[in-house]
């Protein structure tokens, strides 16, 4: 995006007005002091070339000011020139932009978390301790929503994984939250760092860093096998929602006259069999359902960043 805006590089301070009041075209745009920054906007001199960086900066910590209010890019001219864009490059910036600030997002929650409630300290997060201050049950009960137990672990181990790369002098810029959630699986610190170095020299995506972990513990898996299974769950599971929903199938399931011109005895018996079956495991069979579907929300969320 090759946006424009002139910016004054003259050695002279800017007159500051008295009781400047606060307006919609200041809100969120902060400096590193907090005090409210005045936007740059038809001032002349240099000028300066408004990219996603632009964007992406103030979501991952690296620039100086607070992302600033969409209202206040748009009357700066920020989005002037979007349409002359290839459609596909506005996407792909998108994305990125999305993919960035949410990984950045829930570092930083990660972070809270991890201060207020365990010091920092991944053994105390680990610890099986009953009388310890608060579990991450007990967060995800305070937190509600959306959250569930496995969002919440995985922010707490990237956010304590990112902070023993850094006191140990490793910044690794190409790694995200979906990297970092992944290497706390390697028990040994030092062989943590080394698969960290090498992603991020690599530039490895999570799915291939989550392949390496694996390998390195030894639970590599027969795909194929895999594949078959899931497909068989899911035809099957597919088949039961359409038979449920089947006004057609449901009318005869209820009418005993129609079961009975339908069945011989031996089907009968069969059928109620199978009823009676699984009845006894429908609790279960719930339960199972549920925490798949649970786990189906990490494995997609997992695939959106290797795009």
């Given at each position: 995006?090759?946006?424009?805006?002139?910016?004054?590089?003259?050695?002279?301070?800017?007159?500051?007005?008295?009781?400047?009041?606060?307006?919609?075209?200041?809100?969120?745009?902060?400096?590193?002091?907090?005090?409210?920054?005045?936007?740059?906007?038809?001032?002349?001199?240099?000028?300066?070339?408004?990219?996603?960086?632009?964007?992406?900066?103030?979501?991952?910590?690296?620039?100086?000011?607070?992302?600033?209010?969409?209202?206040?890019?748009?009357?700066?001219?920020?989005?002037?020139?979007?349409?002359?864009?290839?459609?596909?490059?506005?996407?792909?910036?998108?994305?990125?932009?999305?993919?960035?600030?949410?990984?950045?997002?829930?570092?930083?929650?990660?972070?809270?978390?991890?201060?207020?409630?365990?010091?920092?300290?991944?053994?105390?997060?680990?610890?099986?301790?009953?009388?310890?201050?608060?579990?991450?049950?007990?967060?995800v009960r305070m937190l509600g929503g959306f959250w569930i137990r496995q969002m919440v672990t995985d922010c707490l181990k990237a956010a304590f994984t990112d902070m023993q790369l850094r006191d140990n002098g490793l910044h690794l810029g190409n790694l995200a939250f979906d990297h970092l959630r992944l290497l706390p699986r390697l028990k040994s610190r030092k062989e943590r760092f080394k698969v960290a170095k090498q992603a991020d020299e690599e530039k490895w995506s999570p799915n291939v860093l989550k392949s390496e972990i694996n390998h390195r513990l030894g639970k590599d898996k027969t795909v194929p096998e895999d594949k078959r299974i899931v497909r068989v769950v899911t035809r099957q599971l597919k088949d039961l929602n359409r038979i449920l929903a089947d006004s057609q199938v449901i009318g005869i399931l209820e009418d005993k006259d129609r079961l009975g011109a339908a069945l011989t005895n031996k089907e009968a018996g069969e059928l109620l069999d199978n009823c009676k079956h699984f009845t006894e495991k429908l609790p279960d069979s719930q339960k199972t359902v549920e925490e798949l579907a649970k786990t189906l929300v990490e494995v997609q969320r997992d695939k959106l960043t290797d795009y």
């Open positions: 995006m090759d946006v424009e805006i002139d910016v004054d590089d003259s050695d002279e301070p800017a007159e500051e007005p008295e009781n400047a009041a606060t307006t919609d075209e200041n809100i969120g745009v902060t400096d590193q002091r907090g005090d409210a920054a005045d936007p740059d906007v038809n001032l002349p001199g240099q000028t300066r070339v408004l990219v996603w960086q632009d964007i992406l900066d103030p979501l991952t910590g690296k620039a100086e000011t607070c992302w600033k209010a969409p209202y206040t890019v748009h009357k700066e001219g920020g989005f002037k020139g979007l349409d002359k864009q290839p459609l596909e490059l506005i996407v792909e910036n998108i994305k990125g932009t999305f993919q960035t600030g949410l990984s950045h997002m829930l570092l930083f929650i990660g972070y809270v978390l991890g201060a207020h409630y365990f010091d920092m300290d991944e053994n105390k997060l680990s610890s099986r301790n009953p009388y310890k201050d608060v579990s991450v049950n007990d967060l």
